[in-house]
């Protein structure tokens, strides 16, 4: 869980705190202003959500190299000397 996850939720909370209470009370006003915080609560803890599926991936993620060389000689003397040995 990283700080984007923490700080939306701490928006969504306190929107959601915000929208009721101006509900209960009639001040539009801070309706409003809680619907606001809770959406952008809502979109910054997605964010955080998205950031730690990137890094969980990334670490869970491993990187291989294919080092497998492959020789073609022009000597065809020397392939036919090689195909006898297989």
Partial sequence: ?????????IDEV??????KTG??????????EGMVQQATGKVVNAWGKTKDAVRDAA???????????T???KNS?????CKKCK
Avoid: P
């Avoid at 869980?1 to 939720?9: C, E, I, Q, S």
């Avoid at 209960?24 to 309706?31: A, V, Y």
């Avoid at 670490?59 to 060389?69: E, F």
């Fill in 1 to 9: 869980m990283n700080r984007d996850r923490v700080k939306g939720t």
């Fill in 14 to 19: 306190a929107g959601s705190v915000k929208r």
């Fill in 23 to 32: 509900a209960l009370t009639g001040n539009i006003k801070l309706e409003v």
């Fill in 59 to 69: 670490k869970g993620s491993k990187v291989q190299l294919d080092t497998r060389l």
């Fill in 71 to 73: 020789l073609k000689t």
């Fill in 77 to 81: 003397a020397a392939d036919d000397e």
